[in-house]
């Protein structure tokens, strides 16, 4: 199958350069347009491996409010999304928490955990 282009725009700076990635069976074989070269590794990244950071909510029992709202700790790769919501829907949080503490460690063996961003006190 023939090169297909891919127009990325670099988050990695306000600058937004469009990078143009030639895309052959998932690699990139050509990369273009990038002003520097970390936005080069981005969308070379962003073809290959792209990864998100995963917001969500885990329902909670016996606390101010009923679901906390958490995310991952770093970007997991995009292809274990779905693996990583099931996990995380299993999670009911008993006890209060401050920002940045952890919920799940080590998420799927990924080495990223799922922590809370919102500050939450017990229901008393
Ligand atoms: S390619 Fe470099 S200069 Fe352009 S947006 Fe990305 S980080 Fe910034």
Redesign the pocket.
Known sequence: MPAMDRKI?????????T?TVAVEDGKAVRVD????????D??ISEVEHPERLLTTTVPACGLAVRMVPVRTSRPIPRDMRTQAMETIRQVRLRHAVKVGDVIIENLLGLGVDVVATREVLSDT
């Open positions: 725009t670099c988050i990695e700076c306000p600058t937004g350069c990078v347009g990038f002003g520097c070269r970390r936005g080069r981005y969308a």
